[in-house]
C-alpha cells in the first residue's frame, strides 16, 4: 500500500503544484483546489459525498487521490531528536 501512495503522491506532485495557482500547493486537476482544501475538510467532518454535494465539479477520484497525498506525506514525516543524553 505504501508504494500506490508513493506513486500517487509522485504523480500529484509532478502533475498538480503549479507556482502560479494556489500559491504553488498540490491542486487537483487544473482547479483552484487545493490537497490542503480537502485534508482541512475531512479533518472536519466532511464525508467524501458532502464534498462533492460542495464541489460538484470534482469527482471521487480527485477527493480519494488527495487523501493518498496527505497520507504519503504523513508517512514520509519523521521526528529526530537530536539532543544528547546527559
Not at 483552484?32 to 477520484?61: N, T
Not at 493518498?68 to 514520509?76: E, G, K, M, N, P
Amino acid at each position: 500500500m505504501a508504494r500506490t501512495y508513493a506513486r500517487q503522491h509522485e504523480t500529484l506532485r509532478q502533475d498538480h503544484s503549479r507556482p502560479r495557482q494556489n500559491g504553488g500547493k498540490p491542486g487537483i486537476r487544473d482547479l483552484r483546489v487545493s490537497v490542503s482544501m480537502i485534508g482541512d475538510m475531512v479533518a472536519g467532518g466532511k464525508s467524501v459525498p458532502m464534498i462533492l454535494d460542495e464541489y460538484p465539479y470534482l469527482e471521487d477520484e480527485d477527493v480519494r487521490q488527495a487523501l493518498a497525498y496527505t497520507a504519503a506525506l504523513a508517512d514520509s514525516e519523521y521526528y529526530l531528536d537530536l539532543q544528547r543524553p546527559a
